[in-house]
């Protein structure tokens, strides 16, 4: 399969999950503080503004954005409708995100983005974010299915997971990703067809 066929079959399945909320994504012992910061988390969305200032970093390090850059164009690269992660501003979310929740998953994101330097380190002799794309994803391949996830791997595994789930809930709500989906907000129709059945296939319904 050509690279630009995978990468629109990738898209096309993280459209269908739909955007995950933000609030979903906060660790249930947070939950005391959910509704003191409940509006400020519902407002954040990335940008992708073509003049958009350099970013301010409030929460992550300098080699934790670096990674989190990387992980987040591999997660959601560009292709021929929309820019990737980065060029819509996730990594910006991401780290304005932690400002607003700082708990269980920032603990769980760092030690993940730890878990990642070690074993390439053990592999590749060199940090994440140094190797080559190749090592990156044959790391990746190992935890971006929690299912086929080896008991080593499990707690990588799911590390991996919600960092995709902030990653997919930037994208989707910054202006690139609104215009990728295409959403098309109250438009009037004469006729609601429903669901369309592409979607409900790949849904599993």
């Known amino acids: 399969m050509k690279s ?4 629109r079959q990738r ?4 459209k269908a999950l739909t955007v995950i909320p933000a609030s979903a994504l906060v660790p249930r012992s947070a939950a005391g503080g ?9 407002t954040l969305t990335a940008s992708s503004t073509p003049e958009k200032v350099a970013h301010k970093r409030k929460i992550l390090d300098e080699h934790e954005w670096k990674t989190i850059c990387i992980l987040s164009d ?30 269980d998953l920032l603990a769980e994101i760092r030690g993940g983005l ?16 140094d190797c080559s794309e190749s090592q990156q994803k044959q790391i990746l391949d190992r935890i971006a299915y929690p299912a086929n996830a080896l ?8 590390f991996f997971s919600h960092l995709r789930d902030l990653v997919v809930s930037g994208f989707f709500s910054s202006k690139m990703g609104v215009k990728d989906l295409p959403y ?22």
């Open 34 to 42: 959910a509704e003191r910061k409940h509006v400020a988390a519902d």
């Open 184 to 205: 098309l907000g109250n438009t009037m129709v004469a006729d609601w067809e429903g669901c369309p059945p592409e979607v409900l296939a790949k849904l599993g319904l």
């Open 114 to 129: 730890t878990w990642l330097d070690i074993e390439c380190t053990r592999l590749f002799k060199c940090d994440f974010a």
């Open 74 to 103: 591999l997660i959601i690269p560009a292709d021929d409708r929309s820019g990737s992660a980065t060029q819509a501003g996730v990594p910006e979310f991401i780290d304005a995100w932690f400002e607003l929740w700082r708990g």
């Open 151 to 158: 008991p080593a791997d499990v707690n990588a595994a799911a």
């Open 4 to 7: 630009e066929d995978r990468k």
């Open 11 to 14: 898209r096309a399945f993280l």
